[in-house]
Structures are given as structure tokens and as C-alpha cells.
């Protein structure tokens, strides 16, 4: 580790909360319906789009209704997304003339976007027509972060309400997180990124004459705008095969910055937007101090273990100075690499500028770990923060367990309906995650699919799954997964990781929405200070921690043991 | 749910027009015209002809060239198929392919400790830069091949160092394309003499 290295990760945070703050500012005011700058251009747009569809703004959902809509509207995007994907073979903008995708490769990658997880069982340039990846993976880049915005939204507002029967209404904030928040940031950053050597083209290869004479076929294509809102939108997922790793989609240093700012903005954002909608900022603050205590101590682990390097290096008489640059670019390095890692994974991106799986033992625990305490830190646009809510409700339960009090957060009562429906949400991660584990580890069909022996074939299961129960999508790419088990299974956990999560949390909304707003009394146990803060780090840890510690012991702990020893698999 | 299924298949019909059609091609014109170089993938030509990408690393074999790092796309910086090898750190596929790949540096004449990159294989397979360590490395064994003086190929390469971005962010680079064009732009190969590829790390087979 350098003081460079560190001063470089330290910018780039900064950067993200000073974007951030004011982006929160602009995100409350596109909530609550207010006039933006913006009103003037997509305001037209915007209310052209509801007559056609027949919505009518002023009239609000409850949550059981938003939930609907929000389900519907997610189906509808499953099946045309995997329609597009079978019948890629007919349709336009398909130069290289890809026939349509397998059926569980197209079920895998449907679901995968629609989620948001954007796991990729297949690369990008070897499977997918332009079209593909323009209308059908670059619009549920969209669609599914600004669903996600949504239900956080609606969440906020059953905390923020007195005795409401309503939590707003799904279509209009889906329609607004796109046209006010995330389209702009992308037409803003694609630019900037193309500046940088991000392609955009229509063009799906051009051909070079290398200087020794031979034949190199370059992929491209357009790039630049599934990029900007792939990282905008916490997705992830690629346009190549080895994502934010090839130099097209990430040609320098200083992209690599712009893509992990673009990560974390409108996740960061989403959290002073919250403060703003409640009307007390001092709650966002602490929930932003809970992210950066533990992101940070990500990051200082992941860049810890690769600056340490390998055994296998140092045998081979490298320089330890360089520590594990096995699976990574030159022009990132270690610290920039690291931080990517950690970043990727405490949000529910999962985008990666450097291959997870050839990672140090420890170096790959982190971001699995990460993503195993629920992509909260800052986690997905919007999943991040209704997940964070509600271990925030968790933790309030346990401080009021602890003196004999009926819970309190933000106003309102927390009772048993809350409680149950949180714990719910919260039993969805291990159950996905170490259930299908642990058919796979035992499954021939299954095993088959692993790249590596030893423990770190079984850190390639444990991953896979963490990765698309918590809608993540980054891989230990060793994994092949595109067949038809893992294709199902992962496909699946995706699919419980992301709505059986949001159902319950959705019974919250309802059920807070209706209850009495409560101004604070000297008995209400204050949740924006530094207490709480602490309250909810452990709360966050030990509920992450403990249950995965077993499967991880046998996985990426085992494996650092066993790689000090001097053994190979 | 079914008086939601109007605004929800209307919606997605409108955005899947909106950010899958126009944002993509609108997007692709205003590109064009702003940065029409960068857009094309950085097209690096020389006499007329493409001979590459400054992005995009390709292999060189020859004795005279600088050498980019080991490759796991396709046969070795198959740019139509990005890939790294995913090995993890216990693999002994991996341990055993870095002794080899150390062994021959060796025997290529590179001395005290091997820059990590020059062993190691990238996460896409392509990158286009090497170490200043691993160029640097390189030096000796490409003066002799083209017989010119050590100084010369030294000079060149510390002025094709590219420094960190604002001092801060990544690491510095060699980029290999830039440095071998403006290698045989200054120290031309013997005409008509193929440049010798002889065993180099320049590529692992996919795994």
C-alpha cells in the first residue's frame, strides 16, 4: 500500500460526497413534484408519456397497489427482454449476425437485468447483437434502476407521512428517476467517457494489420452509452466480456475514476435526498457514516491482501513490490483495482476493472463479504438505501429489546408487522446464498462448471450465488456458468434476491404509512448520532457476519491458510 | 393488477424507444462529431493502414519489438474475445505458468527482480501497457536485436512513459503500440529479414 494509493481512493470519495450532496438536493425536489431545471425539456415529455399511457399524476397509489404496478411493469420487462434475446437472429443491427440466445441463457440474462444484477453467463462480444445490447440490455439498465429509486422512494414516504393511506405513485416515479435523474447524468458522463476512448459506434468490429503483419479483428460498438448508465445505475453489466477490465470500456485511469464516482453518485445521493424528504437531515448523515466506516474497511482489506501478493509470485522471483497483479491492467494498478473491487460490491453493481476470481484469498473475501451484508454500503440505486432502512428498523428493535421500550425510528412506532416483515426480507440473502450453495457443492452438474481445485472452486460457488441473491452480478469468473444449472439456479436466487426482498419490505411501507408520525420525546432513542451509528455497524456486521462464517471459513479463509503453506490445487 | 398492465406495457414500449433507440443513436451522431477519433476505437494508423488500437494490446513475437504482458483472450489479445485466465491465487496451473514464464525472461538476459506485469496476465487480455519496469527490462535484449545501442531504445522508452494522471490516479504506463512504431520509425529492422518468434511469454492458452 502507498500514501499515493490511499490519497487516490481518498479523492475519489471526496468527490462522490461533494457531487452528491447537491444531486440529493435536486433528487427531493423531483420527488416531491416539484419544478426543476429540467421541467422545461422533459416536462412536455414527461406528461405526453402519462396521457399515453393513461396514468394520471395527481392520483396515488397505496403500497399494495405500487407494489403491483411495480411487478407488473417488471414482468412486462422480463419477457420483452427475453423475447429480444431469442429472436436476436431476425432482428436489426446484428452485423456479425448472432443467432438467437439458448433459452436458459436468455431466462439467466432477462432476469439478470431486470433485477439489476447483470450477471453475465456469457461475453458480450461473442453473443450479442447490437440490438441486444441497445434495446434490450442498455433500456433495463434503466428501467431497473429507476425502479429501484422508486421503492425507495415509496419507502421514505411511509416514514415521512402521518396517517396516509398512499405512498405516491410507481409509474410517475419510475418515469421521473429516468427522465430527471438518471438520463441526464448518462448523456453528461457517456460524453465525458467517450472523450476518454470510450467507443461509440455502430460499427461492431473494425480490422487492423498489426506491425508483425498479422490479422487483429477489434470489437466495439456503442459503448459509451450503455456504460455511463450500466456504473450510473449500480448494474454492472458489460458490453465485452471482461467488463470495466477492457480498455474500451475503461481506457484510463482516469475513466476508471469517473466510472467508480458514477457508481456510487445516485446511491449517495438517494441517502441526502432521504434527509431532505423527512426533514432531518442529522438521519442521513449517520446512515452515511455507518456506509463509510465499513466501505472503507473493505477497501483497506481488499488493497491490503493484493499489495501483499502470492507465494506463487514470489517463487517465481517477481518483485513483491508489485504485489498480485495476476487479473489486472497496468494502467489501474493495485490501489485503483481495490478499490473498484470493494466499491462494486458494497454497492450492488458488480462491474469489475479486474478479474475478482485471481484475487488473494482475502483480497476476493472482501468484496464477497461485501456483497453479503446486502449491497447496502451504499448498495444499489435504490435498493441500497430501502435495504439500509430496513436494518436500520432491525437495529432500533434490538436497541429497544435491550431497555424495554417499544422501538422507535424516524417518528414511527416500529411494532411486530414491521419487525416480522424485516426479518423476512433480511432471511432471503443466507437462504438464497447458502441453500443453493449447498446443493452445488455437491451437485456434479454443478461442479463441473468450477475453473479452479481446492478451496477457492468452492469461493467460486459461494460468490456466484452471493453475487446474484444480492443482485450484484460481479463473478470469480473461473465459474462457467452458462449452462443450463447454473443459468437456472442463478437465474432464480436473482430473482428472490431482488423481489422477495422488496415484497415484505413494500408490507413495511404500507404498514408505516398508515401510522402516526411522533415528534420526538426524551424517551425516543436518537438515531443520528454516533451511538446508533455503532448500533448499526454491528448490526449490519454480526447479521452478515455470523451467518455466512462458517461457508466463508471453508472458502477464501481456508484458502489464505492454505496459500501461506506453500499449497497449490 | 390488470389495470396496471396498460401504463406498465406502455411505459416500457415508450422507454424502450426513448433509452434503447434514440438515447443510443442520438448519442452515437453527437459522439461522431465531437470526438470522431476516440469513437472509432482509437484507430492508430500508420503508412495508411490501421495497424491497431492505442487502446487495444496486441501481441508482438519478434526479437526487435517490445513484448506485452501475457494474454488469456482468445489464442493470445484476441480483441473479439476479451478474457482473463480467472486462475485463483492456489492454482498450480498458475504457479507453474509463472516459473515458466519467469524461466524464459531469464534466459532472455532480464536480471534481479521481474516487474509484476511482465509475468502476470491482465483481466482483459488486452491491455495495451506495460510497466516502465517491464519496458526497461526489455531494453538489452531489443538493442541487440536490431543493433543499435542500448541508449537509444532507453531514451525512447522513457519518453513514451506516460505518468499518472494528474499525478494521482493509476500507475505509470508504457503504451507498447506507441513505443514500437516509434521504435522502427527510429531504429528500422533490416528490410526483408521476418522477425524471429521465438518462445515468449506473449501468450497463454484460455483456460
Redesign the interface.
Known amino acids: 500500500m502507498t500514501v499515493l494509493g490511499w490519497l487516490q481512493i481518498a479523492i475519489v470519495l471526496a468527490l462522490v460526497v461533494v457531487a452528491a450532496v447537491p444531486l440529493g438536493g435536486y433528487m427531493a425536489r423531483v420527488y416531491a413534484g416539484e419544478r426543476t431545471l429540467l421541467s422545461t425539456v422533459f416536462g412536455p415529455v414527461e406528461r405526453g408519456l402519462y396521457r399515453l399511457a393513461g396514468v394520471d399524476p395527481a392520483r396515488e397509489q397505496g403500497a399494495l397497489a405500487y407494489t403491483l404496478g411495480m411487478l407488473a411493469f417488471n414482468a412486462a420487462g422480463l419477457v420483452l427482454l427475453y423475447a429480444i434475446l431469442r429472436l436476436q437472429g431476425f432482428l436489426p443491427f446484428n452485423p456479425l449476425g448472432f443467432a438467437g440466445v439458448s433459452p436458459d441463457l436468455a431466462f439467466n440474462t432477462a432476469v439478470s437485468f431486470v433485477s439489476n444484477t447483470n450477471w453475465q453467463s456469457y461475453g458480450g462480444e461473442t453473443t450479442m447483437s447490437l440490438f441486444s445490447q441497445m434495446a434490450g440490455l442498455t433500456v433495463q439498465n434503466f428501467l431497473s434502476a429507476a425502479t429501484g429509486l422508486a421503492l425507495a422512494v415509496a419507502l421514505v414516504r411511509a416514514f415521512a407521512r402521518s396517517n396516509a393511506s398512499t405512498v405516491g405513485n410507481f409509474f410517475v416515479d419510475m418515469t421521473r428517476s429516468t427522465l430527471y435523474v438518471l438520463l441526464p447524468l448518462a448523456v453528461i458522463t457517456a460524453l465525458v467517457q467517450v472523450w476518454m476512448g470510450v467507443p461509440q459506434t455502430l460499427d461492431a468490429t473494425a480490422a487492423a494489420t498489426t506491425l508483425e503483419g498479422a490479422q487483429q479483428t477489434i470489437a466495439m460498438g456503442p459503448v459509451a452509452t450503455q456504460m455511463a448508465i450500466k456504473q450510473l445505475g449500480t448494474n454492472g453489466g458489460g458490453f465485452f466480456n471482461v467488463n470495466a477490465a477492457h480498455p474500451f470500456e475503461n481506457p484510463t485511469a482516469l475513466s476508471n475514476a469517473l466510472e467508480i464516482w458514477q457508481m456510487l453518485v445516485v446511491s449517495t445521493a438517494l441517502v441526502f435526498a432521504f434527509g431532505r424528504l423527512i426533514g432531518d437531515r442529522r438521519q442521513a448523515r449517520a446512515l452515511i457514516a455507518t456506509i463509510a466506516v465499513i466501505l472503507v474497511a473493505g477497501i483497506a482489506v481488499a488493497y491490503w491482501a493484493e499489495a501483499a501478493g502470492t507465494p506463487s509470485l514470489l517463487a517465481a522471483g517477481v518483485d513483491p513490490a508489485g504485489g498480485n497483479m495476476e487479473g489486472k491492467e497496468v494502467r489501474f494498478g493495485l490501489a485503483a483495482s481495490s478499490l473498484f473491487a470493494a466499491v462494486t460490491t458494497g454497492l450492488s453493481d458488480g462491474g469489475v476493472n479486474a478479474m475478482h476470481g485471481s484475487f488473494t484469498p482475502l483480497g476476493g473475501l472482501a468484496p464477497m463479504f461485501l456483497m453479503q451484508l446486502g449491497e447496502i454500503l451504499p448498495g444499489g440505486v435504490g435498493s441500497g438505501l430501502y435495504g439500509l432502512l430496513v436494518m436500520s428498523i432491525i437495529a432500533v428493535f434490538v436497541a429497544g429489546l435491550m431497555v424495554g421500550r417499544t422501538p422507535e425510528y424516524l417518528g414511527k412506532k416500529i411494532e411486530v408487522a414491521e419487525v416480522k416483515m424485516a426479518i423476512l426480507a433480511v432471511l432471503i440473502l443466507p437462504t438464497a446464498i447458502l441453500g443453493f450453495s449447498a446443493v452445488a457443492a455437491v451437485l456434479p452438474t454443478a461442479l463441473s462448471g468450477l475453473g479452479n481445485a481446492g478451496p477457492h472452486g468452492l469461493s467460486e460457488i459461494l460468490y456466484a450465488y452471493s453475487s446474484a441473491a444480492g443482485n450484484n452480478g460481479s463473478a470469480f469468473g473461473g465459474l462457467s456458468a452458462n449452462s443450463p444449472w447454473w443459468n437456472t439456479t442463478l437465474g432464480l436466487a436473482m430473482l428472490l434476491g431482488r423481489f422477495a426482498y422488496i415484497v415484505p419490505m413494500m408490507a413495511i411501507a404500507g404498514s408505516l404509512a398508515s401510522k402516526t408520525r411522533l415528534t420526538a420525546s426524551t424517551g425516543t432513542f436518537p438515531t443520528h448520532g454516533l451511538l446508533f451509528v455503532g448500533l448499526l455497524v454491528g448490526v449490519i456486521l454480526i447479521l452478515g457476519g455470523l451467518q455466512f462464517f462458517p461457508a466463508l471459513a471453508l472458502g477464501p479463509i481456508a484458502e489464505q491458510v492454505q496459500m501461506l503453506a506453500g499449497k497449490t490445487f | 393488477?390488470l389495470a396496471?398492465?396498460?401504463?406498465?406495457?406502455?411505459?416500457?414500449i415508450?422507454?424502450?424507444l426513448?433509452?434503447?433507440?434514440a438515447?443510443?443513436?442520438a448519442?452515437?451522431e453527437?459522439?461522431?462529431a465531437?470526438?470522431p477519433a476516440?469513437?472509432?476505437?482509437?484507430?492508430v494508423e500508420?503508412d495508411g493502414?490501421?495497424?491497431?488500437?492505442?487502446?487495444?494490446?496486441?501481441?508482438?513475437?519478434?526479437e526487435g519489438?517490445f513484448r506485452s504482458?501475457p494474454s488469456a483472450a482468445g489464442n493470445g489479445?484476441?480483441?473479439?474475445?476479451?478474457?482473463?485466465?480467472?486462475?485463483?491465487?492456489?492454482?498450480?496451473k498458475?504457479?507453474e505458468r509463472?516459473?515458466t514464464?519467469?524461466a524464459a525472461l531469464?534466459g532472455a538476459g532480464v536480471e534481479g527482480?521481474?516487474?509484476?506485469?511482465a509475468?502476470?496476465?491482465?483481466?482483459?487480455?488486452?491491455?495495451?501497457?506495460?510497466?516502465p519496469?517491464n519496458a526497461l527490462a526489455q531494453v538489452a535484449r531489443i538493442a541487440r536485436a536490431r543493433g543499435v545501442e542500448e541508449a537509444l531504445v532507453r531514451d525512447l522508452v522513457t519518453a513514451h512513459i506516460e505518468k499518472?494522471?494528474?499525478g494521482?490516479?493509476?500507475?505509470p504506463?508504457v503504451n507498447v503500440?506507441a513505443l514500437?512504431?516509434a521504435l522502427?520509425a527510429a531504429a528500422p529492422q533490416a528490410p526483408g529479414r521476418p522477425?524471429p518468434g521465438e518462445a515468449a511469454p506473449a501468450t497463454v492458452s484460455g483456460?
Do not use: E, H, W
Open positions: 393488477m396496471q398492465l396498460r401504463p406498465a406495457v406502455t411505459l416500457l415508450a422507454f424502450t426513448l433509452t434503447g433507440i438515447y443510443p443513436l448519442m452515437t453527437v459522439a461522431q465531437l470526438f476516440q469513437a472509432r476505437g482509437s484507430l500508420k493502414v490501421v495497424v491497431g488500437s492505442r487502446l487495444i494490446g496486441q501481441g508482438f513475437a519478434g519489438y504482458r489479445y484476441d480483441a473479439a474475445a476479451s478474457s482473463g485466465t480467472n486462475l485463483g491465487p492456489t492454482s498450480a498458475l504457479a509463472l516459473k514464464d519467469a531469464r527482480q521481474i516487474p509484476a506485469d509475468v502476470t496476465t491482465s483481466g482483459s487480455g488486452l491491455d495495451p501497457d506495460i510497466s519496469a499518472r494522471p494528474l494521482v490516479f493509476g500507475d504506463r503500440l514500437n512504431i522502427d522477425a483456460s
